[in-house]
């Protein structure tokens, strides 16, 4: 059984606004997912029912083998894990320290257990240096990074980001793609929203496209960056290296610039 199994669920927000019909996914452990589309696309909404922030108007989101329509949504947080795109929804301690503990300490968690992964995901999230500081005090990137670390130091199997590169400068881009790969690692599945496309071509083995409501296509990187008339159908420009392939008129499909050097070198 999948971890997540998504079953021809739709949503219409209590306006009457329809922003998602008839979904089908299924995420698996390990899974290293993007999932990209325009603004108004559904995909905030669609993660949303994934850990039962929204219940499905129609059909069913299953989280390991339970209906989320019969659970509470702090049951289903704890094992799907959701990291919200403006770190200011999420944040209500007045010290770092308390924010990342403070789901560990709702769920009884010992004190040395605590601290240890508070001091782990701190570490990883580069913010262990300012475990004692107000994070209001903090820029918005570094406000983000906290909200991280309190979101996957409760070991979720089952991580939502939600935009995490946006305003993030080369440093803070690298501590991303380490949490990322260190939840790889960790054996937890990683779901990212993003706009940013050469983040995704690098660090992604898996992308769900999505347009009018609906999931337009799940594949391999390769296979959605190389398909125009899906990245048309989404409105969306895939990474440069896949432009400059295309501009070229190359029979190539590769997002790797040396493989592309390669093959221009060999013409």
Known sequence: MSLIEVNAASYTYPNGFSALEDINLKVD???????????????????????????????????????????????????V?????????????????DEIAYALVQAGASESEIKERVTKYSKLCGVDHLLNENPYDLPLSIRKLVTIASVISTQAEVVILDEPTAGQDELGLTIIS????????????????????????????KII???????QKTGYPEEIFFDEQIM????????????????????VQTLSSQELARVINEL
């Open 81 to 97: 894990g959701y990291v919200f795109q403006n770190p200011d929804d999420q944040i209500f301690n007045n010290r770092v320290y």
């Open 29 to 79: 452990k390990t899974d290293n997912i993007a999932i990209i589309g325009q603004n108004g696309a559904g995909k905030t909404t669609m993660v949303k029912l994934l850990n039962g922030l929204l219940k499905p108007s129609r059909g069913s989101v299953i989280v390991n083998g339970k209906n989320t329509k019969k659970y509470t949504t702090a049951q289903i947080s704890r094992e």
């Open 178 to 205: 380490n949490i990322i790969d260190t939840l790889i690692r960790e054996k937890r599945a990683v779901i990212t929203i993003t706009h940013d496309m050469e983040f995704v071509s690098s660090h992604f083995n």
């Open 232 to 251: 048309d159908i989404a409105s969306l420009k895939p990474p440069v290296i896949v432009q400059v392939i295309q501009r070229l008129g190359l029979k």
């Open 209 to 215: 496209v999505m347009a009018n409501k609906n999931i």
